[in-house]
């Protein structure tokens, strides 16, 4: 007889969900029995194969997943992608574009999908949008408000690679770096180089910053991708057993 | 939150408020001209979207894919942007800036839907509050009189069909626009409407605020010949620059 193979499916427990701030009306938040984990980190630190593997490891044990990322909603990516192409708007304007991008995502796929029972695994969420208009002069209890919309993920790992390594990783993969990820539009130096440095060291302190509001889990991304995997898991498995 | 005038802009808005139908835009047309014809500075800022807020919130309303939230967020976005690339820079220049609407009609028809006062009036923090704001003050009967007569066809998220009041556009519409001058009324006190009685003659109407207008603006220093020494000013701009978003 062929060894049977171990059905062991654990149902994620139900713990206490919050908004941040006032929330979306209309939202019953008994209703969400799904989880939602956030992945963050700059273009480099291994955000997708981190989720994808999530997604692999997660599906393999049963439990159903969606993914969400910034400047995927059907309501304004297209128009966001332009914005950026011609930088063309102010500050206040580019940033309420962005949340009514991230609000139609909550919306429209992460709180049907809570509902459903789902596991929501997020590239990116309020902090990177908050750290990005932080670091250009943003009123910070403005934003908190803004953001107030946003439900409390149940874990947000930050995956924290040195901008030294980012480089390094980013050369390796394209030829350039890109114009807002070198923080261009700051003014910080006609240098993308020094820029890139400049910007991404100001961005991580500003993560830095906000760990012990927000209580994320800083992952030490210069490890192999294997290593950080097993913390995800580890760390995804007590968020299922509600802890 | 503070008025143009406080922190020191040399420029003013005033801002017309008010139902659909009230009125209202027939009245800010007719302070343009008398103002233009005294030779001021002035501007009309019409509520046209740019091509790219336009181009979102046209296909949110077609495809009827905005919530309370996203309908909010996207007339926010709308705003911001005429008001960091039109108004403000306008109104640094010295122009009196007539407005069509602002911020106000936000706060009733976003609360109406059902979104939390306090949020949407955080959101709009960043802009400075109106020198003079005239409320137009309408019947409902009359002001949904004027509307409804020629049975227009009633947009979708205007006539609120989003809250399911009614499965009647046309009565929807009266139910909301009610709910609308409800906020409106409340708010009245509280940011110094100028309430006018909409439901007077059109001449009437323009007489007062020809009149308010005069007494509260120094509109001498309007004039489009008169050159100011522009080194002062510039700099305390500067500083008020800095200061001036959300107070």
Known sequence: MRAVVKNHIVVPRRTDRRFYGYGIPGVDLEQLAGKLIVVEGADGSGRSTQIARLVEWLEGTGHATVQVGLKRSTLVSEELEKAQEGNILSRTTLSLFYATDFADQVENIILPALKAGFVVLADRYIYTLMARDIVRGMDQAWLKNLYGIALEPDAVFYLNVPPEELVQRTFAKNAALDYWESGMDLGFSRDMFDSFMKYQTTIQNTFRGMQTTYGFTIVDGMRSADAINAELQKKTNAVLAGK | ?247
Not at chain 2, 109 to 124: A, I, M, N, Q
Request: aromatic fraction near 12%.
């Open chain 2, 1 to 247: 939150m503070k008025t143009f005038a406080e922190l020191n802009f040399p420029g003013r808005l005033i801002a017309v408020e008010g139902l659909d139908g009230s009125g209202k835009s027939t009245q800010i047309y007719l302070l343009k001209r008398w103002l233009e014809l005294q030779g001021l500075k002035v501007y009309l800022s019409e509520w046209n979207s740019s091509e790219l807020v336009k181009t979102a919130t046209s296909k949110g309303k077609k495809r009827e894919l905005l919530t309370p939230t996203t309908f909010s967020l996207i007339h926010a976005t709308d705003f911001a942007d005429r008001y960091e690339r039109h108004l403000v820079p306008l109104l640094r220049a010295g122009f009196i800036v007539l407005c069509d609407r602002y911020i106000f009609t936000a706060f009733a028809r976003d609360v109406v839907r059902g979104c939390p006062p306090e949020w949407v009036r955080g959101l709009y923090s960043f802009a400075a509050l109106p020198d003079l704001t005239f409320f137009f003050k309408s019947d409902l009967e009359v002001s949904l009189k004027r509307i409804l007569e020629g049975r227009p066809q009633l947009k979708y998220f205007e006539a609120g069909m989003d809250l399911h009041l009614s499965s009647d556009p046309y009565e929807s519409f009266r139910i909301f626009q009610g709910r609308i001058l409800e906020q409106y009324l409340a708010m009245s006190t509280e940011f110094n409407f100028l309430v006018i009685d909409a439901n007077q003659a059109v001449e009437t109407q323009q007489a007062v605020v020809r009149e308010l207008v005069t007494q509260r603006v120094s509109l001498a220093n309007f004039n489009r010949d008169e050159r100011r020494p522009a080194k002062p000013a510039a700099e305390s701009l500067k500083k008020n620059k800095a200061e001036a978003p959300r107070q």
